[in-house]
């Protein structure tokens, strides 16, 4: 295999990028792939892009993005349990433990159980937890506005349309 020591033609984009990707798999593999590998491309830099946004946004603080998502969610949604939290935010059941423990350990939920079943409880915002919450969703909703104040809503609505397919697929 060829050591590439410069960038190739087009890398300078991430467009230019994406083109060249499937560009190389075009010339091991068929068409079909290489429209399948321009998509989950796309995917995974809009993945890292989406990740960016979120450290920007939220920049200088104590808490990692998995923590700041179960704070919205409680804050947007109200008391939930693990397996409610779980398909929110497709964490491991143990990576969700170790987030919901974080969380309860700097006092920002609590734990409630669940009437009629012992083993369950539910997770809510303390307090402290919902004025960093609300402090939270005010500065990303900002950044949200920001990023997308420029994008016409019928763009917006494709763009919305569109991931809820590749959900879907993804669901399946």
Do not use: C
């Amino acid at each position: 295999m060829k050591r590439r020591t410069a960038a190739e033609p087009g890398l300078e984009s991430i467009e230019g990028f994406i083109e060249s990707v499937g560009n190389a798999w075009k010339k091991e593999f068929d068409a079909a792939d290489a429209r399948n590998v321009s998509l989950f491309t796309r995917m995974l830099i809009l993945s890292r892009m989406e990740t960016g946004f979120w450290t920007s946004a939220l920049g200088g603080s104590q808490r990692n993005a998995a923590e700041y998502y179960v704070l919205a969610i409680l804050y947007a949604l109200g008391p939930q349990t693990p397996g409610a939290l779980n398909i929110a935010q497709m964490q491991t059941s143990g990576g969700l433990t170790k987030t919901l423990v974080r969380l309860e350990n700097a006092g920002l939920i609590g734990r409630k159980p669940v009437p009629g079943d012992r083993r369950s409880f539910e997770a809510h915002l303390s307090p402290a937890g919902r004025k960093v919450a609300k402090r939270m969703m005010s500065r990303l909703r900002k950044a949200m506005r920001e990023k997308l104040e420029h994008l016409p809503e019928s763009k917006l609505k494709r763009a919305n349309q569109a991931l809820d397919d590749l959900i879907r697929i993804f669901v399946d």
